[in-house]
């Protein structure tokens, strides 16, 4: 059995069903049930049905199950879809509940400018942290996912279509509220149908999930006993500028960095800590100096003083004006770029090879614009300013940096957080910068009672088959809810890496959570 198949966690073997569950399995039934349920708002019931069978296809009809996902082997279980709505908009939102339920309720989440709904239903894997509608369900779990009726595949529905105008409903779903209004929902429907009140409730995602996963804990404590957050996407309005920060040193210096130089400079950075072997496998960062490559030869010419400034420019971090650190980047012989796959912090087009901003990053900067269209690879230095000043004064509410979390602590709420050192997406400083100042508003001591954070070296972008091990779905998962439900503060954690694609096993270790934080800087 591959890794990524391993998604039990949770021994369902024991469970029965739901006594009478089917008769409540239908829409009339649980519409009567929500009539007097005026604080949940609007509902409307689209479709409850029972599906036996083990098999779900994401797409339905003759060519949807040709181009869709499906998920086998899963328990019988009760599908609802309805919609909620806010203000002028109506979130979907779907629930899976198994008929032999575990009393346990879980909270998906999305990644990037989404959230949920029915897009993020992919086959269970144990290798890709943030968990799934169908391994929370194979678990035992009453799931639910929903979309923030902001974005569809590719499209973005922020900004209004004519007037260019930031439609505050939507961005209030994206940023919190549909995370709050699912859970609530779900719960409610869970406790009609199976007649009993839900015992434990936990919400996992990873990259933007975890951004969604942070700001729920932080704006809604009450909503969950256990809460993991993986490569969160936290400082949001200021790391999604990373790009900008260094496509906009390239235009002020009058300079392109190219692909070769800066890979060179990735090479030379980890042959410092001994070798790539060495550099996976490394807490802290490297000490690293461009300036001492200035005149060596490489595929694209000799290292000039302009490459060492803005490799420098780049490793420093964004600065303000006075030289003031901004917001942390990435980390010496971090791979944050690609070259025509338009993924990383920039990537460089296929045949000019001119830098360009990850698709995130130009749609999140469009939000804070109103220009629907806008390009910014050619914004200079004071633009990145006005766009950065923009950016956090706008959307300081997106931040996902509170850490004041009296509430969640006093609730008896645990929250365990991950990020791989190696991640080429989203800068691990400041996952450790939260963690630090988490530490000075709650105190240490009480961070032990309710806080991990887990730094895996070499490990990527939420999954584990990068160049480190990383934290598994079933592992992080069973320790969560260990610490949760009998007390068992999580130690070491198995984490694995396997072969991109395949999945062939390749190595396996044990991830001890941080204990003194200077190790990893």
Known sequence: MLEREKIIFFDTSNLT????????????????????????????????????????????????????????????????????????????????????????FATTA??????????????????????????????????????????????????????????????????????????????????????????????????????????????????????????????????????????????????????????????KAREIAGGDEAFYKRKAMVEFQPYDYVGHETKKGVITEKDAQIMTDILGGAKDRDGKRLFPLFRPGVQFWQVGIPIG???YSLIKKKPKLFVVSTNYLRWVTGNPKQKFEDIDLNGFYELYEASTTRFADAMGDNTELSEFYRRGGKLMIDHGINDPLIPVDGTIGYFQKLRETMGQENCEDFVRLYLTPGDGHGNCWDKGPGLTMCSGMKALMDWVE????????????????????????????????????
């Open 17 to 104: 069903k739901t006594k009478e569950i089917e008769a409540r399995t239908n829409c009339a039934w649980l519409r009567s049930a929500l009539s007097d349920r005026d604080d949940l708002g609007e509902i409307v019931i689209d479709e409850v049905s029972v599906i036996t069978d083990g098999i779900y296809h994401t797409k339905k009809g003759f060519l949807g199950k040709i181009l869709g996902k499906k998920l086998t082997g899963l328990p019988p279980f009760c599908e609802v879809k309805l919609r909620h709505k806010t203000g002028d908009f109506y979130e979907k939102i779907i629930l899976w509940t198994p008929l032999a339920w575990n009393g346990r």
């Open 486 to 521: 009998k007390g068992q503060a999580p130690e070491a954690l198995r984490a694995v890496r396997v072969a991109k694609g395949t999945g062939a096993f390749i190595e396996e270790t044990k991830i001890s959570p941080v204990n003194d934080i200077s190790e990893y800087q």
């Open 345 to 347: 912090a920039m990537y």
């Open 110 to 267: 999305g990644g990037g400018t989404g959230i949920g709904g029915a897009s993020y239903i992919t086959i269970p894997d144990n290798t890709t942290r943030g968990w799934t509608m169908g391994l929370a369900l194979m678990n035992g779990f009453s799931v639910v996912t929903a979309d923030a009726a902001n974005v569809d595949g590719i499209h973005d529905y922020m900004l209004e279509p004519d007037t260019h105008e930031l439609r505050y409903d939507l961005y209030e779903n994206w940023r919190v509220r549909t995370t709050h209004n699912m859970t609530i929902i779900g719960k409610v429907v869970t406790e009609l149908l199976h007649q009993r009140p839900v015992k434990y409730s936990y919400i996992n995602g990873g990259s933007g999930g975890g951004r969604q996963t942070m700001m729920a804990v932080q704006n809604y404590p009450e909503d969950f006993d256990g809460a993991w957050a993986s490569c969160p996407a936290i400082y949001w309005p200021k790391f999604l500028l990373g790009g900008l920060w260094m496509t906009a040193m390239m235009q002020e210096r009058g300079h392109v960095l190219v692909p070769e130089k800066l890979k060179f400079f990735t090479e």
